[in-house]
């Protein structure tokens, strides 16, 4: 069974970085594509970076140009490169496959961006 573990969240100034790690207890090289999403208080999950096999990546229009998703097929890692974090960009981020697979869903890891 495939456990997901996300990490690397906090507090962090507007402007600043973050790196978020997912640590993924199965073989990723089992996903075509994997990616971050995440959940602010009161707003629907959204799909945030996807990548795929073959290092296609996707990003949603919010952060493009301030996001990179990379993965590591040996490690069976994926991570989130954010940075010029703003304040609509906190929320709690989640790793999974795309298209989601509910029983992967992990605890998050929360980010928030605050002066």
């Known amino acids: 069974q495939v456990q997901v573990v996300e990490s690397g969240g906090g507090l962090v100034q507007p402007g600043g970085s973050l790196r978020l790690s997912c640590a993924v207890s199965g073989s990723i090289f089992d996903f075509d594509a994997m990616g971050w999403y995440r959940q602010a208080p009161g707003k629907r999950r959204e799909q945030v970076a996807e990548?795929?096999?073959?290092?296609?990546?996707n990003y949603a229009d919010s952060v493009r140009g301030r996001f990179t998703i990379s993965r590591d097929n040996i490690k069976n890692m994926v991570y989130l490169q954010m940075n010029s974090l703003k304040p609509e960009d906190s929320a709690v981020y989640y790793c999974n496959t795309v298209p989601v697979q509910n029983e992967y869903w992990g605890q998050g890891t929360q980010v928030t961006v605050s002066s």
């Open positions: 990548i795929i096999s073959g290092g296609t990546t």
